[in-house]
């Protein structure tokens, strides 16, 4: 079950908090998204990175910010400010083709 | 921007018996029709995906078929097995994940 590594698998944040959820991948590919699935919904777009030291707001990156210092990897943090932060994250690539999403395994995010 | 609209949002069919799950899009330039398939507890799959300039595409016991002119498209599983179940997610995008934009999902229930 390789390829694109999520990490916790289950987090908890507090009021007021900023959380990091690990994404790391060893596909090689230059582009990684980030994906909010809430239940009965599909999956929405937040960030995504088409190669290192950059990265482009998607629907819903209010709340949300992220990092691409390393082609491998792409954090996202979930600040104070997005209220409604609870939500299973899922972390994604695509090679050369930039159509075909390989996903993570997810992080479920809850409020305490 | 894209809306894409996925029905039904539950399906169950007794084993053997074949699945249609439907969808429309709202972007006429809209090209490229992925089908993800996201079995409990793990990440989701592309199972099948179609171009504009194809009507129909078959791989074994799926086939999604496009209809240009209504904008919709429709995954089809026959001679279905326990181990379909899962929620499917249909997707439309003009080139590239970054403008992909999925359904809200179909959850298969396949009873034996």
């Known amino acids: 079950d390789g ?13 007021g908090q900023n959380v990091t959820l690990s994404c790391e991948q060893n596909l090689n590919h230059d582009a990684m998204y980030w994906y909010r699935q809430d239940p009965g919904q599909g999956l929405r777009l937040i960030y995504y990175s ?8 998607g629907d819903i990156a209010e709340g949300y910010s992220v990092s691409r210092e390393k082609k491998e990897s792409f954090p996202l943090t979930v600040t104070s400010a997005q209220k409604n932060p609870t939500a299973f994250y899922l972390c994604a690539s695509t090679g050369t083709g930039r159509e075909k999403l390989f996903f993570g395994s997810g992080t479920q995010l809850s409020v305490l | 921007g894209e809306n894409v609209e996925q029905h039904p949002s539950t399906l169950s069919v007794q084993e053997g018996d074949s699945a249609v799950i439907k969808c429309t899009y709202s972007d006429s330039a809209s090209n490229y029709f992925p089908w993800y398939k996201q079995e409990l507890g793990k990440r989701p799959q592309l199972i ?3 171009r504009s300039n194809v009507g129909e595409k078959k791989d074994q016991r799926i086939a999604v078929t496009l209809n240009k002119t209504a904008k919709h498209f429709s995954l089809h599983i026959t001679e279905t097995q326990p181990e379909d179940s899962a929620v499917y997610f249909c997707a439309a995008s003009q080139g590239g994940a970054n403008n992909l934009f999925f359904g809200t999902g179909t959850r298969l229930t396949v009873i034996p």
């Open chain 1, 3 to 15: 390829g694109i590594t999520q990490s916790p698998k289950y987090l908890f944040r507090k009021e």
């Open chain 2, 48 to 50: 099948i995906d179609i």
């Open chain 1, 50 to 57: 088409q190669i290192v030291n950059d990265f482009q707001k």
